[in-house]
């Protein structure tokens, strides 16, 4: 009975006691006859694109169901009363005008999806977490100032769709996203994300992740722990590199990189979105960067007294205690000092710990001379590939 321009629901359609299925999308219905109750056999009932300002509050009789679409009408609120659809499955709300999630969807026990995109959402309700049974929440196209934290509370979600073409653009994700130990499937596109929390990488069920269409610029060294990464699409962001252990990857099979400014790998390596070459890539890069460095190392520890190792602990930031504990362990060789300082540094900044940034300390503790020999050994790693 779609797309007949229905006013009301024919009578004789509700002496149809066995239906199961009642489908009167694209029509202009307000409202709904109390004669509906009686079709005890109901599970699904599609009302999308009516014109419908309240819930119709005569399927609340109907125990039986486990669908109910009501996207593209006009409402703003729920009853109290549709806390006695005790079996209700999924709930498309999408396009219509909520300004908050109302706090009567909580009340709904066995709730596995809900749709509630294209709305004017700007909060959730505290009692979310509540939803146990919920697996597959859409949130996208709202006016959520911030991403909202709410959503990481809730405990068995595994599909998260936060996409914001249509809508306020989140410029963060919190760090409690760590929580959705379940999380297959997340869709975060259409934002101005410019990072991803590193907590991320805590999503060990995590398949998809969909990020395109941000200004993401850099990813967590913590990004290659996503080991059950099948899918991802970073495509149209500012990525310039890839973090170290990308390769790592290994169940990675669909990979979307156009439009970044990719220069490590090069984006003619990337665009293909095949692993192998960027793979390759990256394990070459990553030999190299570690000859280049030890080379570097090598360089340092002959040209540095204990007096400047001593400062150079302290532009790496060293605590005092380990400083303290470094100068009398290697008290009578300074030379090993060195080495360990510069290791040590190398361990703890990670990607970061490279011939630029080394270069750049050594400066810092007034040795210009130094600073220059490993601009040499650098230009000359560049150029001959060391």
Same mark, same amino acid.
């Given at each position: 009975m779609c797309s007949n321009i229905f006013k009301s629901l024919p009578l004789a359609a509700c002496s149809m006691r066995k239906m199961e299925v009642l489908a009167l999308d694209n029509n202009v219905l307000t409202s709904l006859i109390p004669e509906i109750s009686e079709m005890e056999s109901l599970h699904t009932v599609t009302l999308s694109s009516n014109s419908f300002k309240d819930f119709p509050f005569e399927l609340t009789h109907i125990r039986s169901l486990t669908t109910i679409n009501l996207s593209d009408n006009l409402l703003s609120n729920l009853p109290s009363q549709i806390r006695h659809l005790s079996n209700l499955k999924h709930l498309d709300l999408t396009k219509n005008q909520f300004t908050t999630m109302p706090e009567e969807i909580c009340k709904l026990e066995k709730l596995e999806k809900l749709a509630m995109a294209e709305n004017s959402i700007t909060k959730l309700p505290e009692d979310i977490s509540t939803m146990t049974s919920l697996t597959t929440l859409d949130l996208s196209n709202n006016n959520f100032k911030t991403f909202p934290i709410e959503v990481c509370g809730l405990p068995a979600i595994e599909v998260l769709i936060y996409k914001q073409a249509l809508g306020c653009k989140s410029t963060f994700i919190p760090d409690n996203i760590k929580d959705l130990g379940l999380l297959k499937e997340l869709y975060v596109d259409d934002n101005v994300l410019e990072t991803l929390p590193k907590t991320i990488s805590k999503l060990q069920n995590l398949i998809i992740l969909s990020?395109?269409?941000?200004?993401? /610029?850099?990813?967590?060294?913590?990004?290659?722990?996503?080991? /059950?990464?099948?899918?991802?699409?970073?495509?149209?962001?500012?990525? /310039?590199?890839?973090?170290?252990?990308?390769?790592?990857?290994?169940?990675?099979?669909?990979?979307?990189?156009?439009?970044?400014?990719?220069?490590?790998?090069?984006?003619?390596?990337?665009?293909?979105?095949?692993?192998?070459?960027? /793979?390759?890539?990256?394990?070459?890069?990553?030999?190299?960067?570690d000859a280049l460095l030890k080379k570097m190392f090598e360089c340092v520890s002959y040209n540095m007294r204990e007096r400047e190792a001593k400062e150079l602990m302290r532009v790496f930031r060293f605590s005092k205690d380990v400083t303290e504990s470094i100068e009398k362990e290697y008290k009578e060789d300074t030379r090993s000092m060195v080495l360990h300082v510069l290791k040590r540094w190398r361990k703890s900044r990670q990607k970061n710990a490279n011939a630029s940034e080394l270069i750049r300390y050594i400066g810092l503790i007034m040795m210009p001379v130094l600073a220059k020999k490993l601009r040499s050994i650098n230009l000359y790693a560049q150029s001959h590939k060391l």
């Amino acid at each position: 009975m779609c797309s007949n321009i229905f006013k009301s629901l024919p009578l004789a359609a509700c002496s149809m006691r066995k239906m199961e299925v009642l489908a009167l999308d694209n029509n202009v219905l307000t409202s709904l006859i109390p004669e509906i109750s009686e079709m005890e056999s109901l599970h699904t009932v599609t009302l999308s694109s009516n014109s419908f300002k309240d819930f119709p509050f005569e399927l609340t009789h109907i125990r039986s169901l486990t669908t109910i679409n009501l996207s593209d009408n006009l409402l703003s609120n729920l009853p109290s009363q549709i806390r006695h659809l005790s079996n209700l499955k999924h709930l498309d709300l999408t396009k219509n005008q909520f300004t908050t999630m109302p706090e009567e969807i909580c009340k709904l026990e066995k709730l596995e999806k809900l749709a509630m995109a294209e709305n004017s959402i700007t909060k959730l309700p505290e009692d979310i977490s509540t939803m146990t049974s919920l697996t597959t929440l859409d949130l996208s196209n709202n006016n959520f100032k911030t991403f909202p934290i709410e959503v990481c509370g809730l405990p068995a979600i595994e599909v998260l769709i936060y996409k914001q073409a249509l809508g306020c653009k989140s410029t963060f994700i919190p760090d409690n996203i760590k929580d959705l130990g379940l999380l297959k499937e997340l869709y975060v596109d259409d934002n101005v994300l410019e990072t991803l929390p590193k907590t991320i990488s805590k999503l060990q069920n995590l398949i998809i992740l969909s990020c395109r269409n941000n200004n993401i /610029s850099r990813l967590p060294n913590s990004f290659a722990e996503l080991q /059950s990464l099948r899918c991802l699409d970073l495509e149209n962001n500012q990525l /310039s590199d890839l973090p170290r252990g990308f390769d790592k990857l290994t169940n990675l099979h669909q990979l979307k990189l156009e439009m970044n400014p990719l220069t490590h790998p090069p984006s003619q390596i990337c665009d293909g979105g095949a692993m192998q070459p960027i /793979s390759r890539f990256l394990m070459a890069a990553a030999a190299h960067q570690d000859a280049l460095l030890k080379k570097m190392f090598e360089c340092v520890s002959y040209n540095m007294r204990e007096r400047e190792a001593k400062e150079l602990m302290r532009v790496f930031r060293f605590s005092k205690d380990v400083t303290e504990s470094i100068e009398k362990e290697y008290k009578e060789d300074t030379r090993s000092m060195v080495l360990h300082v510069l290791k040590r540094w190398r361990k703890s900044r990670q990607k970061n710990a490279n011939a630029s940034e080394l270069i750049r300390y050594i400066g810092l503790i007034m040795m210009p001379v130094l600073a220059k020999k490993l601009r040499s050994i650098n230009l000359y790693a560049q150029s001959h590939k060391l």
